[in-house]
């Protein structure tokens, strides 16, 4: 089963409002989150490092008020996309790394983000 | 991170074992290369990696050349839900980031 998990899966929200997506990280503890974006028939883009305790790191290009990530706790690390416009329209994808299944990095479902 | 070249896609019969290579000739020696799959619509779902020795899971096969400069993943007898896009990507390591390339398209036919 999986081992990171998204929510909301699916989201529509309306433009200028903001939405938050969550990433957990199941039955282990993950100090570093990963954030990628993805648009249609492209690749996987990454936006952020999420780090626990402390602020994340962005990828150039990347606006970090724009995208704004907090990692609370050792399992779980949120995005929220602020003042959505529909160019944000995308799917977006959590990723984090097991050091005690052979640092192996486990991806989420991925949230699907619907700006109108 | 070292750069990787996969071809673009590549068929494969239902019921054939799936070769799919992967060329990594500016790998360092602490990074790792790893193999995620992309069906349409879903998260990124992880294969196997490995850093010198050759692997093998319940999934796949990763055969990883004595030069360490290309691998090919094996997937031993292909059905039609092996259909997805193939990520060969290397990773330093105590990074976990992961930058993906295009992958290969494969395609298993019946």
């Known amino acids: 089963g999986a081992v990171v998990s998204q929510h909301p899966s699916r989201v529509i929200c309306k433009s200028g409002t903001s939405v938050k997506i969550e990433c957990r990280s199941l039955d282990f503890q993950a100090t570093t989150m990963f954030w990628y974006r993805q648009f249609p028939k492209q690749s996987l883009m990454l936006m952020a490092t999420s780090n626990e305790g402390s602020k994340a790191t962005y990828e150039q290009g990347v606006e970090k008020d724009k995208f704004l990530i907090n990692h609370a706790s050792l399992t779980l690390s949120t995005l929220t996309v602020t003042s959505a416009h529909p160019e944000d329209s995308s799917f977006y994808i959590c990723s984090a790394e097991d050091r005690g299944r052979r640092n192996t990095i486990y991806f989420g479902e991925g949230s699907w983000l619907t700006v109108v | 991170d070292a750069k990787t070249t996969q071809p673009t896609s590549m068929d494969c019969a239902e019921g054939r074992a799936a070769n799919l290579p992967c060329n990594h000739s500016?790998?360092?020696?602490?990074?790792?290369v790893y193999w995620y799959r992309q069906i349409h619509s879903q998260g990124p779902q992880y294969i196997i990696h490995?850093?010198?020795n050759n692997e093998t899971n319940e999934m796949a096969s990763l055969i990883i050349t004595e030069d360490r400069k290309s691998s090919t993943l094996i997937l031993p007898h292909a059905t039609l839900r092996d259909t997805a896009v193939y990520y060969c990507i290397v990773l330093a390591s105590n990074t976990g980031k992961l930058i993906f390339g295009q992958g290969t398209t494969l395609q298993v036919k019946p």
């Open positions: 500016t790998i360092s020696g602490n990074e790792y």
């Open positions: 490995g850093l010198k």
